[in-house]
C-alpha cells in the first residue's frame, strides 16, 4: 500500500544514508559504505534515485585512472538496480580551501578553483544522467561582517552562476540549477539564507530561465518559517526544481530528520501542496538515521522517510474527499456576489465603482470562520479517526 515505486520518484543522497554517524562531538558509529553499496542499499529499500556531490564519488585527491574505475563501477551499479541519478551538486564546503566561502571567498584564486571544480563536477553529474544541479553555499557566508563586503559577496555569487551557466549552455548540456537556502551552519551566517532571498537573487541573473531553487524543510525551519508558504511561493514563480525533504525541529542546529517525524501537520499541509499542484520532480530525502543507529535501522530510516510521505499522500486524498471538510471550505470562500465586479485587474471605470461603492464594515467584521473546526478536522484526519 505505501510501497515506494519509480513513478513516486524518491531519491536519496549518498551523503544520507551512507552517513556515518560523526558529529561535532562524536566519532563515526557506522563504517563507511562504498558508492557501490549504498546504491544497492537504495535500491533494497525501493528508492528510485541517487544523488551525489562530486568527492561523495570520486575522493579529490582521487587520479584520472581511479576516477574512470570509480565512475565505471558506479555506471555497472546504476544498470544493475536500476536506479538513476536525478540531481548532482559540487562539494564546496568540506576541503580547508574553502574556509572562507567558495565563490564568495575573498581570495580570487579559491573563487577560480571553485569554478573549475564546479565544471568538473557538472561533466561528472551530466555524465551520470543529472538534469539538476544543485548550488547549497555552505560556506558562502560570515563570522564577521568587517572582513566582507555583503555587496561584494552578492556580485561574486552572481559572476560565479553567470559564468557557470555559460558553461553549460556552451556545452550544450540539459541541465537547470537549483539553489539551496540555508540562514547558517556551518558559517555564522550564510548569505541567500531563505527561498525568498534566492527567488529574488535569482532574478539578477543572466539566465535566470535556468536557475531555480531547491527549498530544504530544516533549513526554512532553523530560520523558524513557514516551510509549505516559500515552496508556495516558488511553485508560483515556476522555480520549484528540485526540494529536500526532511524534519527540523524550530531553533536548532541542522538536524536532518527523517520526513515528517518531527512536524507531521507541516508535513501533511506540503505533501498536500505538491500533490494538489502536480509536483513532478525529483522527492529527495536529504536526511539522515541518528547517530545511533546500525546500518538495519539506516534502511528502516530509509524506508520511514518514503512511507510517510505516501501515507500522507493519501491524507491528502481523503481531505480532498472527506464531506465534511469540503463543505466548511466551501463557507470560508463563499461570496455574498457584492463586489465581483471589482475582480480581474483594474480599469477606470472599476476604481470609479469601487470608490462609490458603499461597505457596511461593522457587519462585514461579524463574519466569522471555523478554522478550529476545520484544523481540528484535520487533526483527527492525522490521528486516523476521520
Ligand atoms: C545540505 O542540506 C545540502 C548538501 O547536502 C547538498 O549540497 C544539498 C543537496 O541536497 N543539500
Ligand atoms: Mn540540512
Ligand atoms: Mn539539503
Known amino acids: ?12 543522497g549518498l551523503w544520507t544514508v551512507g552517513n556515518i554517524g560523526r558529529d561535532p562531538f562524536g566519532e563515526p558509529t557506522r563504517t563507511q559504505k562504498s558508492p557501490v553499496e549504498i546504491v544497492h542499499m537504495l535500491a533494497e529499500v525501493g528508492a528510485w534515485g541517487v544523488n551525489f556531490h562530486d568527492n561523495d564519488l570520486v575522493p579529490i585527491n582521487a587520479t584520472a585512472s581511479e576516477r574512470d574505475q570509480i565512475v565505471r563501477d558506479f555506471k555497472q551499479a546504476l544498470d544493475d538496480t ?9 562539494n564546496l564546503f568540506s ?11 575573498n581570495d580570487a584564486r579559491v573563487r ?13 553529474g551530466v555524465e551520470l544522467g543529472a538534469t539538476t544541479y544543485v548550488f547549497w553555499g555552505g560556506r558562502e557566508g560570515t563570522e564577521t561582517d568587517a572582513g566582507k563586503d555583503p555587496l561584494a559577496a552578492g556580485k561574486w555569487f552572481r559572476e560565479a552562476l553567470n559564468f557557470l551557466t555559460g558553461y553549460v549552455k556552451d556545452q ?10 540555508k540562514p547558517n551552519e556551518p558559517r555564522g551566517d550564510i548569505y541567500l539564507p531563505t527561498v525568498g532571498a534566492a527567488l529574488a537573487f ?15 524543510v530544516a533549513h526554512e525551519h532553523m530560520a523558524g518559517l513557514n516551510f509549505t508558504h516559500h515552496v508556495a511561493q516558488a511553485m508560483d514563480a515556476g522555480k520549484l526544481f528540485h526540494i529536500d525533504l526532511n524534519d527540523q525541529a524550530f531553533g536548532r542546529y541542522d538536524q536532518d530528520f527523517r520526513f515528517g517525524s518531527v512536524n507531521l501537520k507541516s508535513a501533511f499541509f506540503l505533501v498536500k501542496l505538491l500533490e494538489d499542484n502536480g509536483y513532478d520532480n525529483p522527492r529527495h530525502f536529504d536526511a539522515h538515521a541518528y547517530r545511533s543507529s546500525d546500518y538495519e535501522d539506516v534502511k528502516a530510516f530509509a524506508r520511514g522517510n518514503m512511507r510517510t510521505y505516501l501515507i500522507l499522500k493519501e491524507k491528502a486524498q481523503q481531505f480532498n474527499a472527506d464531506a465534511e471538510i469540503q463543505a466548511l471550505l466551501a463557507e470560508i470562500t463563499q461570496t455574498d456576489g457584492t463586489v465581483d465586479g471589482f475582480g480581474g485587474g483594474f480599469s477606470a471605470e472599476k476604481a470609479a465603482a469601487l470608490q462609490a461603492h458603499s461597505f457596511d464594515r461593522t457587519a462585514i467584521a ?5 478554522y478550529e473546526r476545520l484544523d481540528q478536522l484535520v487533526v483527527e484526519l492525522l490521528l486516523g479517526v476521520r
Open 366 to 370: 461579524q463574519r466569522g470562520q471555523p
Open 1 to 12: 500500500m505505501y510501497d515506494p515505486k519509480p513513478e513516486h520518484k524518491f531519491s536519496f
Open 202 to 216: 535569482i532574478e539578477t541573473l543572466d539566465d535566470s530561465e535556468m536557475v531555480g531553487v531547491n527549498p530544504e
Open 82 to 90: 536500476g536506479l538513476v541519478v536525478p540531481m548532482a551538486t559540487t
Open 112 to 124: 577560480a578553483y571553485a569554478l573549475q571544480k564546479t565544471m568538473n563536477a557538472i561533466d561528472l
Open 172 to 181: 550544450q548540456y540539459d541541465l537547470r540549477f537549483a539553489l539551496e537556502p
Open 95 to 105: 576541503d580547508p580551501v574553502f574556509r572562507d566561502g567558495a565563490f564568495t571567498s
